[in-house]
């Protein structure tokens, strides 16, 4: 089946512009999970939805960011007056979420959207 | 602060012979674990999962639990220059998986 989908997979942006970022999961996934990757750098954890609600949102850098998911699918992030730090590849993952103990939450990835503030 | 060590390398390896790959993590409470490979300007792929103690073969890969030492490791047989990537360790706890730096491995021809 499809995996995940991301879009646009480029995004050039003159600073203070906003953007939004578009993730559309696995079709049964009701995990969705944004990070962040900077070049050469690691993983950074954004926000978790859990089917529509953000159970943590502790990730996300600043008040400039945020997200949302509308019928335990589709998922935005958005950065408000984008900054040159705010460049870099935003991943988005997917997985199922299982009430068995021990199941494993196998995390899936999108393409990447790879974000350049100018 | 709950961690997830990886060394950075470069690791470099002869084409054919293993590759032996090392994670350590900090939280006795993690459950389950994940190796990701992670080519060059592309996103993370899953590789192998594992749960409990021992190890686990699929194909190339064997990963290592040891979750009294609390370390996950990952072996490469036959390695090819096709596996030359960056490798990802996560370690789930709760429902978050917490990230390792990644190890650059490179095979040599």
């Known amino acids: 089946g499809a995996g995940v989908s991301q879009s646009p997979s480029n995004k050039v942006t003159e600073k203070g512009k906003d953007v939004e970022l578009r993730c559309d999961p696995i079709?049964?996934?009701?995990?969705l999970y944004w990070y962040r990757q900077s070049l050469g750098q690691g993983l950074e954890f954004l926000i978790y939805?859990?089917?529509?609600?953000?159970?943590?949102k502790s990730g996300l850098p600043s008040d400039r960011f945020s997200a949302e998911r509308t019928g335990g699918s589709v998922s935005t992030l958005t950065i408000q007056r984008t900054q040159q730090e705010d460049s870099a590849v935003y991943l988005c993952?997917?997985?199922?979420?299982?009430?068995?103990?021990?199941?494993?939450?196998?995390?899936?990835f999108g393409p990447g959207t790879r974000l350049t503030v100018t | 602060q709950k961690e997830v060590e990886q060394n950075s390398g470069p690791l470099s390896v002869p084409e054919g012979a293993i590759a032996s790959l090392n994670c350590t993590y900090s939280?006795?409470?993690?459950?389950?674990f994940f190796w990701y490979r992670q080519y060059s300007g592309k996103s993370p792929e899953l590789i192998m999962s594992?749960?409990s103690n021992g190890d686990k073969e699929d194909g190339r890969f064997t990963a290592q639990l040891n979750k009294a030492s609390q370390y996950v490791s990952l072996l490469i047989r036959d390695s090819q220059p096709s596996d030359s990537a960056t490798y990802l360790c996560?370690?789930?706890?709760?429902?978050?998986?917490?990230w390792g730096a990644g190890t650059k491995l490179i095979i040599k021809p």
């Open positions: 993952a997917s997985s199922l979420k299982s009430r068995v103990a021990g199941e494993s939450y196998e995390q899936y």
């Open positions: 079709s049964g996934h009701t995990a």
């Open positions: 939805f859990q089917g529509n609600s953000a159970p943590d």
């Open positions: 939280d006795r409470g993690s459950q389950s």
């Open positions: 594992i749960y």
């Open positions: 996560a370690v789930k706890l709760n429902y978050q998986l917490i």
